[in-house]
């Protein structure tokens, strides 16, 4: 079969450099944690290489479906006809020297299909990581803050509660005092409204609505307090994603791309150069999730947990908050799936137009 030709491009064609080194193997991915993961004053752990995998791993979801196919022989045991089996191996001898020939010629063609799968990849990337598309990496930023926000509250509002011991270790404001003492004994005074004899029914529906209404003003009250802190955070992680999209992401797209390419085996049985079909694209995703958030823990975890502790202004909790591996999924998330989207809108990934929604089926 004759090779389609490659896409028009007014670069040379380049291999991309080989891997200055292997990935050590990732390990199982641990159970989701039922306390939150060590904080930065543990030490070694979240700057050690060990540390940052483990991050990396709790932050990628693993999602492999595979199917096994069974071939199924009917009456295999039944006798036949001496000159139809002698036909059939016949035939079956020169199936098997055609698939001889086709897989040498496939295993000649593959090295070629791969090459030029990284560099189109390659080029691709660094044209939608460029200062010339430096829009797109700020509006991806806005999103992840507005992301790290609804963590944050969500953190604020209900870690100290998923303690064991169901108490708080420590308030540092009234309001978030008085929060706590009301959500800890919510459901107990949820149950008395709920059973208390009431002169009219009306009176326990505006009974009840009083106090939803008193605990969304308590909510918003505390989270006030920590509005301040959560702004400083996020400039501090707009700065470091900045820095991490536009130059250390960059200079190592060469060897990602290498490394996913290879690792998904999306050139394997694969003639075309310039384009992923939809077939290979769940393989494709999972080498390029896992290799970015490995790439995105060991250059950013780092400053953004060195900047958070070494600030005066950063409660214990905020520092624990900043070594959350959800946040890193939650980046993965926003960045990989418009990166997808572009992929797709450049004929890179041959998907269907409503891949999107097709995703969990992948």
């Given at each position: 079969?004759?090779?389609?030709?490659?896409?028009?491009?007014?670069?040379?064609?380049?291999?991309?450099?080989?891997?200055?080194?292997?990935?050590?193997?990732?390990?199982?991915?641990?159970?989701?944690?039922?306390?939150?993961?060590?904080?930065?004053?543990?030490?070694?752990?979240?700057?050690?290489?060990?540390?940052?995998?483990?991050?990396?791993?709790?932050?990628?979801?693993?999602?492999?479906?595979?199917?096994?196919?069974?071939?199924?022989?009917?009456?295999?045991?039944?006798?036949?006809?001496?000159?139809?089996?002698?036909?059939?191996?016949?035939?079956?001898?020169?199936?098997?020297?055609?698939?001889?020939?086709?897989?040498?010629?496939?295993?000649?063609?593959?090295?070629?299909?791969?090459?030029?799968?990284?560099?189109?990849?390659?080029?691709?990337?660094?044209?939608?990581?460029?200062?010339?598309?430096?829009?797109?990496?700020?509006?991806?930023?806005?999103?992840?803050?507005?992301?790290?926000?609804?963590?944050?509250?969500?953190?604020?509002?209900?870690?100290?509660?998923?303690?064991?011991?169901?108490?708080?270790?420590?308030?540092?404001?009234?309001?978030?005092?008085?929060?706590?003492?009301?959500?800890?004994?919510?459901?107990?005074?949820?149950?008395?409204?709920?059973?208390?004899?009431?002169?009219?029914?009306?009176?326990?529906?505006?009974?009840?609505?009083?106090?939803?209404?008193?605990?969304?003003?308590?909510?918003?009250?505390?989270?006030?307090?920590?509005?301040?802190?959560?702004?400083?955070?996020?400039?501090?992680?707009?700065?470091?994603?900045?820095?991490?999209?536009?130059?250390?992401?960059?200079?190592?797209?060469?060897?990602?791309?290498?490394?996913?390419?290879?690792?998904?085996?999306?050139?394997?049985?694969?003639?075309?150069?310039?384009?992923?079909?939809?077939?290979?694209?769940?393989?494709?995703?999972?080498a390029f999730d896992k290799h970015f958030l490995e790439s995105l823990?060991?250059?950013?975890?780092?400053?953004?947990?060195?900047?958070?502790?070494?600030?005066?202004?950063?409660?214990?909790?905020?520092?624990?908050?900043?070594?959350?591996?959800?946040?890193?999924?939650?980046?993965?998330?926003?960045?990989?799936?418009?990166?997808?989207?572009?992929?797709?809108?450049?004929?890179?990934?041959?998907?269907?137009?409503?891949?999107?929604?097709?995703?969990?089926?992948?």
């Open positions: 079969m004759r090779q389609p030709p490659p896409p028009p491009s007014g670069k040379r064609r380049v291999p991309p450099p080989p891997p200055r080194g292997s990935i050590p193997r990732m390990p199982a991915p641990p159970p989701k944690p039922s306390q939150p993961p060590p904080e930065p004053s543990a030490g070694p752990l979240l700057v050690s290489t060990r540390g940052k995998l483990q991050v990396a791993s709790a932050a990628l979801a693993l999602r492999r479906e595979q199917v096994a196919a069974t071939v199924r022989y009917y009456g295999a045991d039944q006798q036949t006809n001496a000159e139809l089996d002698a036909i059939t191996a016949a035939v079956v001898a020169e199936l098997q020297q055609l698939q001889l020939v086709g897989e040498e010629r496939r295993a000649s063609i593959v090295p070629d299909v791969e090459i030029e799968l990284i560099q189109s990849l390659r080029e691709l990337l660094e044209k939608l990581f460029s200062p010339k598309r430096r829009g797109f990496v700020e509006r991806k930023i806005r999103d992840i803050q507005r992301r790290i926000t609804q963590l944050f509250f969500n953190s604020e509002l209900y870690y100290q509660l998923a303690l064991e011991s169901g108490r708080v270790e420590s308030a540092e404001w009234p309001e978030q005092a008085l929060y706590y003492a009301v959500k800890i004994h919510e459901q107990t005074i949820l149950d008395e409204l709920s059973t208390m004899p009431m002169a009219d029914e009306s009176i326990r529906e505006r009974a009840l609505d009083t106090w939803h209404a008193y605990t969304r003003r308590l909510r918003t009250d505390f989270l006030s307090r920590t509005t301040p802190e959560l702004e400083r955070l996020l400039g501090i992680y707009r700065d470091v994603l900045a820095d991490f999209f536009f130059d250390g992401f960059g200079r190592g797209l060469g060897e990602f791309c290498w490394k996913v390419v290879k690792e998904s085996r999306v050139a394997q049985g694969h003639e075309l150069g310039y384009k992923i079909k939809s077939d290979r694209f769940p393989a494709f995703r999972e823990v060991f250059q950013v975890q780092e400053p953004i947990t060195k900047r958070a502790a070494e600030s005066d202004r950063f409660r214990d909790a905020t520092s624990r908050f900043v070594s959350d591996p959800q946040i890193h999924s939650e980046i993965c998330t926003v960045i990989n799936d418009a990166v997808y989207d572009y992929l797709h809108g450049e004929g890179f990934l041959d998907l269907p137009s409503d891949w999107r929604h097709l995703l969990s089926r992948f």
